[in-house]
């Protein structure tokens, strides 16, 4: 990826495909196949796992003048942010843990999937550092 710099398709890539697992996650819970049900939880993880240090790259690209540890840190500000605000969340719905709570849950999930692949598909690539790197020195 580092050298095709195509960080952009492979966000896009794994975005569309996490959809997807999500949106057959939520079709298999009216099945109720637990087993299926936790094979596309694991594909689910699995496609997700680029997608941080992936989405580094792009914002220390995007935000070329600014220093990386500014951008990373702001960036990983909003990821902890998320990550601890998503669960609290979620475990005030799923309280009652019935099958419409996970619905629930699961339609949130894909919104904010969707959400993030749009933001990302919208977004102007413009690979600054790249750019700066490949400037010839007289």
């Known amino acids: ?10 966000v896009l890539l794994a975005g569309g495909i996490g959809t997807g697992l999500l949106i057959s996650m939520l079709g298999i819970s009216f099945i109720g196949n637990v087993l299926l049900t936790e094979a596309v939880t694991v594909s689910y993880l699995i496609v997700m796992a680029p997608i941080l240090p ?13 220093p990386e540890p500014v951008s990373g840190g702001i960036y990983y500000v909003f990821v902890q942010t998320f990550a ?8 005030s719905i799923m309280e ?4 419409a709570g996970s619905l629930i849950t699961l339609i949130i999930l894909i919104v904010f999937q969707l ?3 749009i933001l990302v598909a919208t977004g102007k690539e413009d690979l600054k550092r790249v750019k700066h790197e ?3 020195i007289l």
Do not use: Q, R, W
């Open 96 to 99: 009652d843990n019935t099958l």
């Open 54 to 66: 992936l989405s580094f790259i792009i914002l220390a690209e995007i935000s070329f003048p600014i």
């Open 134 to 136: 490949e400037k010839p």
């Open 84 to 91: 601890t605000a998503l669960p609290l969340v979620f475990s």
């Open 1 to 10: 990826v580092s050298k095709s710099h195509k960080y952009k398709f492979c």
């Open 115 to 117: 959400i993030g692949v």
